[in-house]
Structures are given as C-alpha cells and as structure tokens.
C-alpha cells in the first residue's frame, strides 16, 4: 500500500477544457482521491464531476479553506492521512500555494512529515513570464501592490528601478474589476522606454499577451476591466 500524500492539484485558467491543459496524472489522482481541501466547495465539485463523471459524490469529503475559515480548524484538513487516506489541496484556478490559498497547508503537511506531492498544471505567473520576452533567468513574482494610490505608484516606480538595475523583471497581478486602473497607473508612472507585458484571460478563447514600451502602449486602446491579468515590467530586450 502505497503511503498517505498530500497531493497539490491544479486546474485550468480560462475556458479551454481541462483535458487541454492537464495531463493525465491529474486525472488519475483525483480518480481514486475521496478527501480534498478546496476554497469553494461548489466550483470544486464541479471540476471534480467534470474530470471524474463516474465518481460516487456522496463519497467525497470537502474542507473548505478560505477568508471564513475558522484557523482552528485547518489542522483538522489533515486528519484523513493518520487514517491512511491521501487529500488533495485543489486550487480554484491553476496551481495550489502559488497566488492561491493553500500554502499555511503545505506548511503543515511538512511540519507533520507528510510527503507533498505536486503534479503539473497551468500557472498564469509561469505563462504570462514565458510569453514575455523578458529575462526568464532572473524575475520575481510580487503579488498586490498597494491599493492606495500614492503608495502603489511609489511601488511601481520601486519596481521600475529594479529592473533597470538589476535587469530583473518583476511581475504582478490586480483583482479584475482593478486591472484597468492598474494599466493606466503603468502607462502615467513608469518611463516611456520602460518595457511591460501585459497578459489577459490566459487559456481563454480571449487571450491577449503582448509587450511594448510604454510610450507604445499608450497608442493602444482597449479596456482591461474585469480581464484577470498579469503585468511585468522588463528592460529592452530588443533593438
């Protein structure tokens, strides 16, 4: 018998069909998975009925982790695997742990001696870096900026030198419905010749990546809200 994991599963970004863009191992693992810890047990349910039609859900015990989850209770999530029972950590939307609820989990998982198991899938950070053109040998994932305008442009400018001291390029996101204030704060702050991508509605039908300067991006018109996006800021990367 096998020994009890926690598997950490991922699931598709946009509207393209998971079958797509997961491979088989996920398949496989949430197949004869029947404990899994999710931030939304509707949305989870559906991924799994999707996945698994033939699954027994009557059989399947969620957890839910999210801002209403009681603390005192996460360390209850692992209790399947002293039984002898692997769980899964499925994301709402690509990898657990990485921009996503889960990592005070995997945390714990670890402190216990639990073996983590990730499996591959779509991370719109990793997608939206590869499709940048920019130096895929140093960057840094840097989360939310600051909500308040004054401190959020002090952080775009922050970032802005980075990049051109360290040749490093930083990537951040923004909730959909603020994506467009965000590029517009870019394209106000940050010099004409800075370099940014801009990547929106990864593995959708309305996927749009580019990167331009800034004084290019400022003849563009087009409307980022309620788009999910990714934005990095680089060097030139070409002359």
């Not at 399947?60 to 603390?71: A, H, S």
């Not at 899964?88 to 989990?105: N, Q, R, T, W």
């Not at 467009?180 to 394209?187: D, G």
Request: glycine share 4%; hydrophobic share 40%; net charge negative.
């Amino acid at each position: 018998m096998s020994v009890p994991k926690l598997y950490l599963i991922p699931t598709p970004i946009g509207d393209e069909s998971a079958s797509s863009v997961l491979p088989d191992a996920v398949f496989e693992t949430v197949s004869f998975l029947n404990h899994f810890i999710v931030e939304n047990e509707k949305t989870a349910r559906k991924f799994i009925k999707t996945i698994c039609p033939e699954k027994n859900q009557s059989a399947i015990v969620l957890f839910q982790l999210n801002k209403q989850t009681d603390q005192a209770d996460i360390p209850n999530f692992l209790n399947p695997i002293k039984e002898g029972f692997s769980v899964g950590l499925l994301s709402e939307a690509g990898c657990p742990a990485v921009a996503d609820p889960g990592s005070e989990i995997v945390a714990l998982a670890h402190h216990r001696g639990i073996v983590v198991k990730p499996l591959v899938g779509p991370s719109s950070i990793l997608l939206a870096m590869m499709a940048s053109g920019f130096n895929g040998q140093k960057f840094k994932f840097n989360g939310y900026l600051p909500i308040d305008r004054k401190d959020r442009k002090m952080e775009i400018k922050r970032l802005e030198r980075y990049v051109y001291n360290h040749q490093e390029a930083q990537i951040f996101i923004e909730t959909p419905y603020r994506s467009q204030e965000m590029f517009e704060e870019l394209l106000k702050t940050c010099q004409d010749e800075t370099m940014l991508c801009v990547a929106c509605d990864l593995n959708s039908e309305k996927e749009y990546i580019a990167s331009k300067t800034i004084v290019n991006w400022k003849t563009v018109h087009f409307d980022l809200t309620k788009k999910p996006c990714i934005f990095i800021l680089g060097d030139t990367f070409y002359n």
